[in-house]
């Protein structure tokens, strides 16, 4: 079963930033568009951003726009979520996730099912 580790969570007051770092084997990620997901207390796992194989294009939920970014750095094989301006509406497990293929397309991107690996998630709080 694939790994991804995700780190960087933690409790964070309004307005703050924070940079989450998720890992994966190197055939994996070398394989695979990547994508962020985040699930709140009581709520669906949502969307967040996601990154093409390659690291060329990239796409994000209309809440997150302007706010976060997603970036990649495939000699590592770990892909990042940096986050500016955290509001409580933030707060959530966040989660990265492989595709099983190096594009983003819409409509698909979005969409959990079409991402084959999952890691374990890390917490993100946003103090008001």
């Known amino acids: 079963q694939v790994q991804l580790v995700e780190s960087g969570g933690g409790l964070v007051q309004t307005g703050g930033s924070l940079r989450l770092s998720c890992a994966a084997p190197?055939?994996?990620?070398?394989?695979?568009?990547m994508g962020w997901f985040r699930q709140a207390p009581g709520k669906e796992r949502e969307f967040v951003a996601a990154?093409?194989?390659?690291?060329?294009?990239?796409a994000y939920a209309d809440a997150v726009k302007g706010g976060f970014t997603v970036s990649r750095d495939n000699a590592k094989n770990t892909v990042y979520l940096h986050m500016n301006s955290l509001n409580p509406k933030d707060t959530a497990v966040y989660y990265c996730?492989?595709?099983?293929?190096?594009?983003?397309?819409?409509?698909?991107?979005?969409?959990?099912?079409?991402?084959?690996?999952w890691g374990q998630g890390t917490q993100v709080t946003v103090s008001s």
């Open positions: 996730a492989a595709r099983r293929s190096t594009v983003i397309t819409s409509p698909q991107y979005p969409i959990s099912e079409s991402y084959g690996a």
């Open positions: 190197r055939r994996t990620f070398s394989s695979s568009a």
């Open positions: 990154i093409s194989g390659s690291g060329t294009y990239t």
